[in-house]
């Protein structure tokens, strides 16, 4: 029976506006020959379009799709759209396109960034002020700002869709009070697979605002060069309602056919001879156009009609040195009663025979005398070997990212693999430090064995002693390491500490901390330790009990600037033997000099009271009295 597939399906529909014959790739009806007789093939590519290389203008039957179509799109005056989707390949002045533009003074094209110019020039023109790669339906000036609705849709099914572009009652320019008040209905369809372009116009009035009302209605191609226009309106003004026109490709078409047998290139044409060697699948595949391919398949059968045999090793070999393995003489074709001859087993005509390592050949004879022989190598695996392939230790001594990978050669696959963590993988990962043991067997149950140990290292810091000082000292850790390898230093918390990434940091609190010194290696491996710096606190301020501000430049001021590193102050006041404050402050850069409000305080006893805190942020109160002498 002759199997054909058309590519384009055995569609028996036409295009809406014009008809078409299905596309049909004829070929060769199925066959059997003989072994090593040659085949010609064969193919006739039927109906196919022509191609866009040129065109010709044909009046049609008026026959719109819906003006307003599922994709609206809003343009300004003299705009045009992004790209939009055509939705299948459509050819074009012998080139393939899969997107378009839609221009507001009614073009499309199939190129960005044409020139938005309003008409007033005569087709073909290569000048640059028109669009090029242009279907013009017509080309004029119009306004989409006023009203009217651009759109389009895409209709029917493949291979025959059409994607149908309209302008609905879109006002020319100034259409406004001082306009003309008219609107052009029109639209433009495209046609897959014939590349057929249609315009069909329901109204086109004459506005001459601009340009004298004139219009073009045509086809422009990428280089101004060749156009295909409506006689009489090419640049000019005139009036259309309800009429239509074709632009049918009229090029000639080129074909090429290529042939391929069980998927595989073999030539090309439309006659090939061909020798096959066995049942085989052959397929032709024509292109033709810009970018459409039709095919068709058919299946051959050759039938070679003599003796033959084959051996098949039913069994193999279980181990290095066994005589195990089990052949099984396999008759094809032929006239029985068959005799068979094994050329080192003395029992003779027997199918099955079992054997060791070696070469063996077996003699085929039928009744009509026809022979065949047949020979077999039988092999014995290699003693089972497994060695590793990949073996990473942990990157840390407490890390689990250590891996194992095995090879195994020889015996017989698939191997199992026995680890003593439980695991059944030829590799494994996520290893910590410690010992492994795997045992592999393979199908025939032959063992090897391999052990693995893994110490990474453990990388260890000591940071040092722990320190107790003053606020406003500073101490200077001596850490000690286990390694000579590069490492990277840092000390938590960055606080109040000169080369927080050095070994050797200077550390001056201002409270009790607790510093952590934590190293890293290049490997990213981390240890760390800690280290306590207890800072003493004041609480008991050893302040002298007298002062002389005679401002002889000695002992003039009554101030804490002693304590500048020791203390916060929140509070230093004096009062009279009266109670009554006269100095106050809460910097300890500031000092009572023995006035008050300027004036001079009389030699006496004074009350101080002091309220600060100390260097782990306690709260203390100190008074005591200050005898002011001159």
Same mark, same amino acid.
């Given at each position: 029976?002759?199997?054909?597939?058309?590519?384009?399906?055995?569609?028996?529909?036409?295009?809406?506006?014009?008809?078409?014959?299905?596309?049909?790739?004829?070929?060769?009806?199925?066959?059997?020959?003989?072994?090593?007789?040659?085949?010609?093939?064969?193919?006739?590519?039927?109906?196919?379009?022509?191609?866009?290389?040129?065109?010709?203008?044909?009046?049609?039957?008026?026959?719109?799709?819906?003006?307003?179509?599922?994709?609206?799109?809003?343009?300004?005056?003299?705009?045009?759209?992004?790209?939009?989707?055509?939705?299948?390949?459509?050819?074009?002045?012998?080139?393939?396109?899969?997107?378009?533009?839609?221009?507001?003074?009614?073009?499309?094209?199939?190129?960005?960034?044409? /020139?938005?110019?309003?008409?007033?020039?005569?087709?073909?023109?290569?000048?640059?002020?028109?669009?090029?790669?242009?279907?013009?339906?017509?080309?004029?000036?119009?306004?989409?700002?006023?009203?009217?609705?651009?759109?389009?849709?895409?209709?029917?099914?493949?291979?025959?869709?059409?994607?149908?572009?309209?302008?609905?009652?879109?006002?020319?320019?100034?259409?406004?009070?001082?306009?003309?008040?008219?609107?052009?209905?029109?639209?433009?369809?495209?046609?897959?697979?014939?590349?057929?372009?249609?315009?069909?116009?329901?109204?086109?009035?004459?506005?001459?605002?601009?340009?004298?009302?004139?219009?073009?209605?045509?086809?422009?191609?990428?280089?101004?060069?060749?156009?295909?226009?409506?006689?009489?309106?090419?640049?000019?003004?005139?009036?259309?309602?309800?009429?239509?026109?074709?632009?049918?490709?009229?090029?000639?078409?080129?074909?090429?056919?290529?042939?391929?047998?069980?998927?595989?290139?073999?030539?090309?044409?439309?006659?090939?001879?061909?020798?096959?060697?066995?049942?085989?699948?052959?397929?032709?595949?024509?292109?033709?156009?810009?970018?459409?391919?039709?095919?068709?398949?058919?299946?051959?059968?050759?039938?070679?009609?003599?003796?033959?045999?084959?051996?098949?090793?039913?069994?193999?070999?279980?181990?290095?040195?066994?005589?195990?393995?089990?052949?099984?003489?396999?008759?094809?074709?032929?006239?029985?009663?068959?005799?068979?001859?094994?050329?080192?087993?003395?029992?003779?005509?027997?199918?099955?025979?079992?054997?060791?390592?070696?070469?063996?050949?077996?003699?085929?004879?039928?009744?009509?005398?026809?022979?065949?022989?047949?020979?077999?190598?039988?092999?014995? /695996?290699?003693?089972?070997?497994? &060695?590793?392939?990949?073996?990473?230790?942990?990157?840390?001594?407490?890390?689990?990212?250590?891996?194992?990978?095995?090879?195994?050669?020889?015996?017989?696959?698939?191997?199992?693999?026995?680890?003593?963590?439980?695991?059944?993988?030829?590799?494994?990962?996520?290893?910590?430090?410690?010992?492994?043991?795997?045992?592999?067997?393979?199908?025939?149950?032959?063992?090897?064995?391999?052990?693995?140990?893994?110490?990474?290292?453990?990388?260890?810091?000591?940071?040092?002693?722990?320190?107790?000082?003053?606020?406003?000292?500073?101490?200077?850790?001596?850490?000690?390491?286990?390694?000579?390898?590069?490492?990277?230093?840092?000390?938590?918390?960055?606080?109040?500490?000169?080369?927080?990434?050095?070994?050797?940091?200077?550390?001056?609190?201002?409270?009790?901390?607790?510093?952590?010194?934590?190293?890293?290696?290049?490997?990213?491996?981390?240890? &760390?330790?800690?280290?306590?710096?207890?800072?003493?606190?004041?609480?008991?301020?050893?302040?002298?009990?007298?002062?002389?501000?005679?401002?002889?430049?000695?002992?003039?001021?009554?101030?804490?600037?002693?304590?500048?590193?020791?203390?916060?102050?929140?509070?230093?006041?004096?009062?009279?033997?009266?109670?009554?404050?006269?100095?106050?402050?809460?910097?300890?850069?500031?000092?009572?000099?023995?006035?008050?409000?300027?004036?001079?305080?009389?030699?006496?006893?004074?009350?101080?009271?002091?309220?600060?805190?100390?260097?782990?942020?306690?709260?203390?109160?100190?008074?005591?009295?200050?005898?002011?002498?001159?």
């Amino acid at each position: 029976m002759r199997s054909a597939a058309i590519f384009i399906g055995l569609l028996l529909c036409f295009l809406q506006s014009r008809a078409q014959s299905v596309v049909e790739l004829v070929i060769n009806n199925d066959t059997t020959i003989c072994a090593g007789s040659p085949l010609n093939l064969h193919a006739n590519l039927m109906n196919a379009p022509s191609a866009t290389q040129s065109y010709s203008v044909q009046g049609i039957s008026f026959n719109p799709d819906p003006y307003i179509g599922a994709n609206s799109v809003t343009l300004g005056d003299d705009d045009q759209t992004r790209a939009l989707n055509i939705g299948f390949d459509f050819c074009f002045f012998g080139n393939g396109y899969q997107q378009f533009y839609i221009g507001s003074n009614g073009w499309i094209s199939f190129s960005a960034n044409q /020139p938005n110019s309003w008409a007033g020039f005569t087709l073909p023109n290569a000048s640059g002020f028109v669009p090029q790669t242009v279907i013009m339906a017509p080309w004029q000036d119009l306004d989409p700002r006023w009203g009217g609705t651009i759109s389009y849709a895409i209709y029917g099914n493949a291979p025959y869709r059409r994607l149908v572009v309209s302008y609905n009652q879109v006002p020319h320019y100034a259409a406004g009070a001082n306009g003309c008040g008219v609107t052009t209905t029109t639209q433009i369809k495209l046609f897959e697979t014939s590349n057929i372009i249609e315009v069909h116009l329901l109204n086109k009035p004459i506005c001459t605002v601009w340009n004298n009302g004139n219009a073009t209605e045509g086809i422009h191609n990428s280089t101004g060069t060749i156009a295909n226009v409506i006689a009489g309106r090419n640049n000019s003004t005139w009036t259309a309602n309800g009429d239509a026109y074709a632009f049918l490709p009229n090029g000639i078409q080129s074909q090429s056919i290529n042939w391929y047998a069980n998927g595989n290139w073999i030539g090309s044409g439309a006659n090939l001879n061909y020798t096959p060697i066995q049942s085989q699948t052959i397929k032709a595949i024509a292109q033709f156009g810009c970018t459409n391919t039709l095919f068709d398949t058919a299946t051959f059968k050759v039938n070679i009609d003599q003796t033959a045999i084959s051996i098949q090793q039913i069994k193999s070999i279980s181990c290095n040195g066994v005589k195990d393995a089990i052949l099984l003489a396999n008759v094809n074709n032929g006239i029985p009663p068959f005799n068979l001859n094994w050329n080192t087993i003395p029992v003779q005509n027997n199918a099955s025979i079992t054997v060791g390592m070696g070469a063996y050949t077996v003699h085929l004879s039928d009744s009509l005398g026809c022979t065949a022989t047949a020979t077999i190598n039988v092999s014995q /695996p290699a003693k089972i070997n497994a &060695s590793p392939i990949v073996t990473i230790p942990p990157t840390c001594s407490y890390s689990k990212d250590g891996m194992i990978t095995l090879s195994c050669s020889g015996g017989t696959a698939p191997y199992q693999y026995v680890w003593n963590t439980g695991l059944n993988a030829q590799h494994i990962d996520n290893l910590e430090n410690g010992d492994y043991h795997v045992v592999v067997e393979d199908a025939n149950h032959c063992k090897d064995s391999l052990d693995f140990h893994f110490n990474t290292p453990l990388l260890q810091v000591y940071a040092g002693l722990d320190y107790a000082i003053f606020a406003g000292e500073s101490v200077h850790p001596e850490p000690l390491l286990n390694t000579n390898t590069p490492l990277t230093y840092s000390w938590t918390p960055e606080i109040n500490i000169l080369g927080e990434h050095s070994l050797h940091p200077i550390l001056t609190p201002h409270k009790t901390t607790n510093y952590t010194l934590t190293v890293q290696d290049m490997k990213g491996c981390k240890a &760390s330790d800690e280290l306590t710096v207890v800072v003493k606190v004041m609480t008991d301020l050893p302040i002298y009990n007298a002062f002389t501000p005679n401002k002889d430049g000695n002992n003039d001021v009554f101030s804490l600037k002693m304590f500048n590193d020791k203390i916060q102050l929140e509070d230093f006041s004096i009062y009279n033997r009266y109670g009554q404050k006269i100095f106050a402050t809460r910097s300890l850069q500031e000092g009572w000099d023995g006035t008050f409000q300027g004036e001079e305080q009389e030699i006496g006893t004074y009350i101080y009271e002091i309220r600060f805190l100390d260097a782990n942020g306690d709260e203390h109160i100190k008074k005591g009295d200050i005898i002011l002498m001159r």
